[in-house]
């Protein structure tokens, strides 16, 4: 078992940053990659960007050069880092952990991009 605890969404304006982390607690040890996604209101989740135990990065492409996500092994934590906010990144955000067990995921967090 694997818990998630999000935290750092929040209402920014167009052209923004905001920093979302996610701590992981339980089964660390079984954790091989972590990831966020995230859900706009009536669409589907969908992949924001992944990053395994030895530090490889994957990037949806609606994000590439303007998201960096990073985790820090030692506190079991993964962060994404938003530069340049747009009205279409608004969505709750959610962090994965993908085990050899299954995927499990925090209750999300909002972001609202907004003027």
């Known amino acids: 078992q694997v818990q998630l605890v999000e935290s750092g969404g929040d209402l920014v304006q167009p052209g923004g940053s905001l920093r979302l982390s996610c701590a992981a607690s339980g089964s660390r040890f079984s954790i091989y990659a972590m990831g966020w996604y995230r859900q706009a209101s009536g669409k589907q989740r969908e992949l924001v960007a992944t990053i395994t135990r030895t530090g490889a990065t994957n990037y949806a492409d609606s994000v590439k050069g303007r998201f960096t996500i990073s985790r820090d092994n030692a506190e079991n934590t993964v962060y994404l880092q938003m530069n340049n906010l747009k009205p279409e990144d608004t969505a709750v955000y959610y962090c994965?952990?993908?085990?050899?067990?299954?995927?499990?995921w925090g209750q999300g967090t909002q972001v609202t991009v907004s003027s």
């Open positions: 994965c952990a993908l085990t050899s067990g299954g995927n499990y």
